[in-house]
């Protein structure tokens, strides 16, 4: 009897073998990693803006005449990104061609206005990121060819570069490895710049401020 009950166990271990030995291994899934937002990135922008111009006439009588500004802009951008965790950090440069402008008539009928011809700045960007949603804050140096006109008879009009500052933040979304579209808001305030000119125009300082949104492409390199 003992003799069978050991014949029967090592019977069975035998048969146990190939049933082991046929069970596949099993693979733990592996979290697929997220995108990496650290690159080099060129691309486009397009968007519209919107703001007032201030102006205070300096000589004579001196007065303060506001046009209202806005109008469409489309540019271009790079920008260099480093991520670190969730935490992403980097530099943005812009440059876009305006029709952002304005004109009003002054209380002694004289029209004036201001026209955005170009603006641009150099930004520091932070942001933070969810795979391939990066939500960020940007500021930093903005700058403008800004023209200032008047009509009294003859008409007028000079344009300068005018420095000052800029602050928003955006959302960007990458499409791919490569493409990433977004959106952004800004706010620019482009200083003041003094402007002396011949009669019958009048000598003035000029302050612009402008609100503006976008939409921008990008590629990632």
Request: cysteine-free; glycine content about 14%.
């Given at each position: 009897?003992?003799?069978l009950m050991v014949a029967s166990a090592g019977f069975l271990a035998v048969l146990a073998v190939p049933a082991f030995a046929a069970d596949p291994t099993v693979d733990v899934p592996m979290t697929a990693p997220g995108f990496d937002w650290t690159g080099y990135y060129a691309g486009l922008q397009a968007g519209y803006g919107w703001g007032q111009s201030d102006i205070s006439v300096t000589e004579g009588a001196p007065f303060s005449i506001s046009p209202d500004i806005d109008g469409g802009f489309v540019g271009g951008h790079v920008a260099g990104l480093w991520q670190f965790d969730q935490a992403v950090l980097g530099a943005e440069a812009e440059l876009n061609y305006s029709s952002v402008g304005g004109t009003t008539v002054s209380a002694l009928g004289s029209p004036f206005g201001t026209d955005i011809k170009w603006f641009?700045?150099?930004?520091?960007?932070?942001?933070?990121?969810?795979?391939?949603?990066?939500?960020?804050g940007i500021g930093g140096v903005a700058f403008a060819?800004?023209?200032?006109?008047?009509v009294a008879g003859p008409a007028f009009a000079s344009t300068r570069t005018n420095v000052g500052w800029t602050v928003g933040a955006g959302v960007d979304?990458?499409?791919?490895?490569?493409?990433?579209?977004?959106?952004q808001y800004r706010y620019y305030d482009f200083g003041s710049e003094h402007y002396e000119v011949a009669e019958p125009f009048n000598d003035r300082d000029q302050n612009v401020k402008l609100n503006a949104v976008?939409?921008?492409?990008?590629?990632?390199?």
């Amino acid at each position: 009897m003992r003799r069978l009950m050991v014949a029967s166990a090592g019977f069975l271990a035998v048969l146990a073998v190939p049933a082991f030995a046929a069970d596949p291994t099993v693979d733990v899934p592996m979290t697929a990693p997220g995108f990496d937002w650290t690159g080099y990135y060129a691309g486009l922008q397009a968007g519209y803006g919107w703001g007032q111009s201030d102006i205070s006439v300096t000589e004579g009588a001196p007065f303060s005449i506001s046009p209202d500004i806005d109008g469409g802009f489309v540019g271009g951008h790079v920008a260099g990104l480093w991520q670190f965790d969730q935490a992403v950090l980097g530099a943005e440069a812009e440059l876009n061609y305006s029709s952002v402008g304005g004109t009003t008539v002054s209380a002694l009928g004289s029209p004036f206005g201001t026209d955005i011809k170009w603006f641009g700045s150099v930004n520091a960007k932070a942001g933070y990121a969810m795979d391939r949603l990066l939500v960020y804050g940007i500021g930093g140096v903005a700058f403008a060819g800004i023209e200032t006109s008047q009509v009294a008879g003859p008409a007028f009009a000079s344009t300068r570069t005018n420095v000052g500052w800029t602050v928003g933040a955006g959302v960007d979304y990458a499409l791919t490895d490569k493409f990433v579209v977004g959106a952004q808001y800004r706010y620019y305030d482009f200083g003041s710049e003094h402007y002396e000119v011949a009669e019958p125009f009048n000598d003035r300082d000029q302050n612009v401020k402008l609100n503006a949104v976008g939409i921008n492409l990008s590629y990632k390199f």
